[in-house]
C-alpha cells in the first residue's frame, strides 16, 4: 500500500514539493483537465522515471502498481487500421498484432505476385498471355 506520494519538476507541478498523505488502500484522484492527475499516476506506475518524485510504501514493501490511465489504454488496448474487427488485449498480444499485420502484408504482396504472374501467364481473360503463345508454338 501507498502511504505518501512527493511530486516536483514534472509536468504541472513546479520545483517545489508538493505532498499526498494519509493514502488508503483504495485512493481516487480527480480534477479538471490539467491538474495533474496522469502526471500522479504515471510516478506511482513508475517513479524511476521521474526524478524529482517518490513513492513510499507502507513498510517499504513496494507492491507491482497497476495504474490505469490512457498509457495503461495505449499498451493494453490494440486495433489495427488494416485489420478491421481485430484487436487485442495485453501488451503481451500488442506484439501478437503486429506479427499478424506483418504477416498480412507479407502475405497481400504474395497474393498480388500471384495475380500478375497469372494474368502474364494466362492473360486478363483468361484466354491469352504466354499460355496462349505458347500453344500456338506447339500447333505450328
Not at 500522479?40 to 490505469?68: H, M, N
Not at 488485449?89 to 497474393?111: M, N, P, R, V, W
Request: glycine fraction near 10%; hydrophobic fraction near 35%; charge should be negative.
Amino acid at each position: 500500500m501507498i502511504e505518501s506520494i512527493i511530486i516536483s519538476g514534472v509536468a504541472t507541478f513546479g520545483t517545489t514539493p508538493e505532498q499526498v498523505n494519509e493514502l488508503s488502500q483504495f485512493n481516487f484522484f480527480f480534477g479538471s483537465n490539467g491538474t495533474g492527475k496522469t502526471t500522479v499516476s504515471r510516478v506511482i506506475a513508475d517513479e524511476t522515471e521521474f526524478p524529482g518524485c517518490s513513492v513510499t510504501w507502507k513498510a517499504g514493501t513496494k507492491l507491482q502498481p497497476l495504474v490505469y490511465n490512457r498509457d495503461f489504454v495505449e499498451r493494453n488496448f490494440n486495433q489495427s487500421a488494416e485489420l478491421k474487427g481485430v484487436f487485442t488485449l495485453g501488451e503481451k498480444q500488442a506484439d501478437t498484432l503486429k506479427k499478424i499485420a506483418t504477416t498480412k502484408s507479407e502475405f497481400d504482396a504474395l497474393t498480388a505476385k500471384i495475380e500478375t504472374l497469372s494474368h502474364g501467364l494466362q492473360g486478363a481473360d483468361g484466354n491469352g498471355g504466354k499460355k496462349e503463345s505458347w500453344q500456338h508454338l506447339k500447333l505450328d
